[in-house]
């Protein structure tokens, strides 16, 4: 079994900035945390940001120069600094894994999930 923990989420204020985590424990090898998805209430599920195990990158266009995805190999975990948040951003935020250390916004190749973390931006 694989299990992801996310954190970080709660309440920021637009323009303001808040760092999400999520961590990989039990069954770990071979796989590889490396995406974050989003869901508004009434939408679909959407790609944030994906990073390779050697570091390459995607992000959806609307987050691209606000918000950083970056990996600690040694901790298997995946880190999304988000800053300049908007109301938009609100959303519960999913990180997910794969079997696969590329990096891709395709959430169907994705084979773990966390349960999710509330991220509210409000004034």
């Known amino acids: 079994q694989v299990q992801l923990i996310e954190s970080g989420g709660g309440l920021a204020e637009p323009g303001g900035s808040l760092r999400l985590s999520c961590a990989a424990s039990?069954?770990?090898?071979?796989?590889?945390?490396n995406g974050w998805f989003r869901q508004a209430p009434g939408k679909e599920r959407e790609f944030v940001a994906s990073?390779?195990?050697?570091?390459?990158?995607y992000y959806l266009d609307s987050v691209e120069g606000r918000f950083t995805i970056t990996r600690d190999n040694a901790k298997n975990t995946v880190y999304l600094q988000m800053n300049s948040l908007k109301p938009q951003d609100t959303a519960i935020y999913y990180c997910?894994?794969?079997?696969?250390?590329?990096?891709?916004?395709?959430?169907?190749?994705?084979?773990?999930w966390g349960r999710g973390t509330q991220v509210t931006v409000s004034s």
């Open positions: 039990g069954r770990t090898d071979g796989v590889y945390p």
């Open positions: 990073i390779a195990y050697l570091g390459g990158t």
């Open positions: 997910a894994a794969r079997r696969n250390p590329m990096a891709t916004p395709l959430p169907s190749e994705y084979d773990y």
